[in-house]
């Protein structure tokens, strides 16, 4: 089974009444943890990754890697996806690689780190999609700027929120198959400061978007909890990880019950992955080879992205579709 593409994983996850996690990877030994944990959990995945996110020189050399890896596990149907495509050439080159998904993040200019205008991320994004619609290849654009925050803790862009009619008039005018809506979550390791109410949350414009754009799907991007024990765990064999809170695991579930299909997250996997690094290179002090952490780190990650599998409901869904191949009838 099969590379699928995004519009059919999520109108699955639609008609089955659950949420996909779209876990990021950044090397091929965490594709493999997120494909076994699809395969372990029987659930349709999204991998996904960033231009430029990778160790590797080439971005297309890795993509390679990751679609071939997805070949590997016939019995998980998996989307591979562009996460935060910063302009048209980089989603070009997706697609060129044979990623059955996309997103053109059109909300920001990458360059200068401010804003784009509505008009101008419309532009941008109906173009995307003209060129990914020739490949039946799906698409994602977003609304309103989602926050984010560098190692050090600096924000790179304010959060702004996503518009409902705005979202209305986007969607009909660029036809994009989901929606990245900044509802006020942020991406990276240090998100919020105390647990995250209804004031830095705002879960009900995921319902009243839904309500307006009822054939798109809604993403929500930094979804990760940041789970306290972890962090602690990081800290206690040389980390330096500042208390910081994510988006607690039910709101993460409730959001899937509101109208999100698609669940963005990199920090929660990522955090487990370097707290098997780290606590096996602490406990081994002689060891020069990499290969053993790296495993331990792999299996971590693995772990956590099965946990959450149980947590969006794509559990057990592996088998209840029948799955079309990407680029078999136009899917
Ligand atoms: P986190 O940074 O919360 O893991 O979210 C990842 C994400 O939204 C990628 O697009």
Redesign the pocket.
Known sequence: MPLITLRQALDAARQGGYGIG?F?VTDLVQVEAVLEAASEKSAPVIV?T?VGASAFRSDELFWEAMLGAVARYPEVPAVVHL??GPDERSCERALAAGFSSV?IDGSVDHETKLPRSFEANIEITASVVAKARKLGVSVEGELGT?G?AESDGTPTTEIILADPAEAEEFVARTGVDAL?VAIG?????Y?FTSPPDGSVLHMNLIEEIASRVPGTHLV?????S?PADIREEINRVGGELPESW??PEDEKARSTKLGVTKI???????MAYMAGLRGHLAQDRLTVDPAPAQKRGADRMRAIIAERMDVFGQAGHAEDHEWVPFGAAGM
Do not use: E, P, R
């Open positions: 779209a990021n996904q960033i996460d935060h997103m989602i984010g990245a979550t942020s991406h990276g390791a998100k929500m991007h930094g979804s990760s940041l994510g988006v963005n997250q990199g920090m929660d996997s990522h």
